[in-house]
């Protein structure tokens, strides 16, 4: 069996479901991080942490390449790696470039690099006529005013290289572009400790239902396992606070957006990954907002299993690795799951949550996961702020969303008293 080398994680689902996948797939891992400790202030409680499983765990700075890549090398000198494998956004490219310097199998670093950064993937999706957003990369504030008047309000701002839809916001005027332009530079380094890029994206704000299309991609060839729905709210932000797979879409629309996402994989070169490529359905077609080159968030990965029985993860470990993944849909007797998010509309510290007890009893319902009193709130600025979620299905048709934010309807955060 394989022996996997993941460098970093995320702290959120994707933390647990790839560790799982590995050991049901009869693999091992050795993880590699530069702090240790962001991994164990986030254990999850009443849980075996993820990390237990890991055949070996090891110290390094992973924010330095010109150190870490002669490392590995000595690393798989002695360990034996099989594959490269991250959950985390921000060490995507690193997986990459560690793959390829040990001549293990995954996509190639320069694709990776052009998916992570999103003014390179507006600029090579725009180059191969992969329809997208009209945009600029405005290198400081005066920049970005002058494209604003060009591009016309409104307009949505977005860093370059974060994830999450962090600091991502709705502009309709030079103030709100201001606004948002000083937030964002307020936050010089992410929360890994990288140096962010200055530099931020201005882009038509698009119109239209939005989706998510889930992709395996290998040998050269993409294969398109669904598309999911989402909602958004938290106006200037965009914070998901929903998704349903199977999106309850026309056949016409469920091609178009597949059709435009894989063409956008091809464009970047992506191959031998897992993908999530949103795509925004707009009166005059399917355009990209952004592609992923990794499993989906917000446990989509479950939403997409628990319908069609193929697991993202395992795909994820199996491409990894080299491996055909299995992609064979299987039947679950479920037709659509979908998952809702608490988002909190203030900060504070939770006192309790009013019309939560036994709603995970509640019919159809999947999974509930909803925070204990004491629980430090911040207001929903981003898809890092949820407070919990509820996920439900539906063995008949597409009526899980309805199911979810029925519930959720009936849930009331509320805070301490001062």
């Given at each position: 069996?394989?022996?996997?080398?993941m460098?970093?994680?995320?702290?959120?689902?994707?933390?647990?479901?790839?560790?799982?996948?590995?050991?049901?797939?009869?693999?091992?891992?050795?993880?590699?991080?530069?702090?240790?400790?962001?991994?164990?202030?986030?254990?999850?409680?009443?849980?075996?942490?993820?990390?237990?499983?890991?055949?070996?765990?090891?110290?390094?700075?992973?924010?330095?390449?010109?150190?870490?890549?002669?490392?590995?090398?000595?690393?798989h000198?002695?360990?034996?790696?099989?594959?490269?494998?991250?959950?985390?956004?921000?060490?995507?490219?690193?997986?990459?470039?560690?793959?390829g310097r040990?001549?293990?199998?995954?996509?190639?670093?320069?694709?990776?690099?052009?998916?992570?950064?999103?003014?390179?993937t507006?600029?090579?999706?725009?180059?191969?006529?992969?329809?997208?957003?009209?945009?600029?990369?405005?290198?400081?504030?005066?920049?970005?005013?002058?494209a604003?008047?060009?591009?016309?309000?409104?307009?949505?701002l977005?860093?370059?290289?974060?994830?999450?839809?962090?600091?991502v916001?709705?502009?309709?005027?030079?103030?709100?572009?201001?606004?948002?332009?000083?937030?964002?530079?307020?936050?010089?380094?992410?929360?890994?400790?990288?140096?962010?890029?200055?530099?931020?994206?201005?882009?038509?704000?698009?119109?239209?239902?939005?989706?998510?299309?889930?992709?395996?991609?290998?040998?050269?060839?993409?294969?398109?396992?669904?598309?999911?729905?989402?909602?958004?709210?938290g106006?200037?932000?965009?914070?998901?606070t929903?998704?349903?797979?199977?999106?309850?879409?026309?056949?016409?629309?469920?091609?178009?957006?597949?059709?435009?996402?894989?063409?956008?994989?091809?464009?970047?070169?992506?191959d031998?990954?897992?993908?999530?490529?949103?795509?925004?359905?707009?009166?005059?077609?399917?355009?990209?907002?952004?592609?992923?080159?990794?499993?989906?968030?917000?446990?989509?990965?479950?939403?997409?299993?628990?319908?069609?029985?193929?697991?993202?993860?395992?795909?994820?470990?199996?491409?990894?690795?080299?491996?055909?993944?299995?992609?064979?849909?299987?039947?679950t007797?479920?037709?659509?799951?979908?998952?809702?998010?608490?988002?909190?509309?203030?900060?504070?510290?939770?006192?309790h949550?009013?019309?939560a007890?036994?709603?995970g009893?509640?019919?159809?319902?999947?999974?509930?996961?909803?925070?204990?009193?004491?629980?430090?709130?911040?207001?929903?600025?981003?898809?890092?702020?949820?407070?919990?979620?509820?996920?439900?299905a539906?063995?008949?048709?597409?009526?899980?969303?309805?199911?979810?934010?029925?519930?959720?309807?009936?849930?009331?955060?509320?805070?301490?008293?001062?």
């Open positions: 069996m394989g022996h996997l080398l460098v970093e994680s995320w702290v959120g689902s994707m933390s647990r479901l790839l560790p799982r996948a590995i050991q049901e797939g009869g693999h091992s891992f050795t993880f590699l991080t530069r702090d240790l400790h962001h991994y164990l202030r986030s254990a999850p409680e009443g849980t075996r942490h993820p990390l237990l499983g890991a055949r070996n765990v090891v110290n390094a700075e992973t924010n330095d390449l010109d150190t870490l890549l002669p490392l590995v090398e000595r690393l000198a002695a360990l034996g790696f099989d594959g490269v494998l991250t959950s985390c956004d921000y060490y995507l490219p690193t997986a990459a470039r560690i793959a040990l001549g293990l199998p995954g996509p190639a670093a320069g694709a990776v690099s052009d998916a992570c950064r999103k003014d390179a507006r600029r090579v999706l725009d180059r191969a006529g992969v329809p997208g957003p009209r945009f600029a990369l405005c290198p400081d504030l005066a920049a970005a005013r002058e604003a008047r060009d591009l016309g309000y409104p307009l949505v977005k860093p370059v290289d974060l994830c999450a839809g962090m600091y916001r709705r502009v309709d005027d030079e103030a709100g572009l201001t606004a948002a332009y000083e937030a964002l530079a307020a936050f010089p380094v992410n929360g890994r400790g990288q140096r962010r890029e200055t530099a931020v994206l201005l882009e038509e704000l698009l119109h239209g239902p939005e989706v998510s299309v889930e992709t395996v991609s290998y040998a050269g060839r993409a294969h398109v396992v669904g598309v999911t729905d989402k909602s958004v709210a106006a200037p932000a965009f914070v998901e929903g998704h349903m797979f199977p999106a309850d879409l026309s056949e016409d629309d469920l091609r178009a957006a597949a059709g435009t996402a894989v063409r956008a994989l091809e464009a970047l070169g992506l031998d990954v897992v993908a999530h490529t949103e795509i925004k359905l707009t009166p005059g077609g399917p355009r990209v907002v952004e592609v992923n080159p990794r499993p989906a968030g917000n446990r989509i990965t479950e939403l997409v299993r628990h319908v069609t029985g193929v697991d993202l993860a395992a795909a994820c470990v199996d491409v990894a690795l080299g491996r055909a993944p299995d992609l064979a849909p299987r039947e007797g479920l037709r659509s799951a979908a998952i809702g998010f608490l988002v909190p509309e203030a900060a504070g510290t939770l006192d949550v009013e019309g007890t036994g709603i009893g509640e019919p159809g319902v999947l999974e509930a996961n909803l925070p204990c009193p004491g629980t430090a709130v911040r207001a929903g600025g981003s898809n890092n702020d949820y407070l919990g979620h509820i996920m439900a539906d063995t008949e048709g597409p009526g899980a969303r309805r199911r979810v934010e029925q519930l959720l309807s009936g849930l009331r955060p509320r805070m301490v008293r001062r």
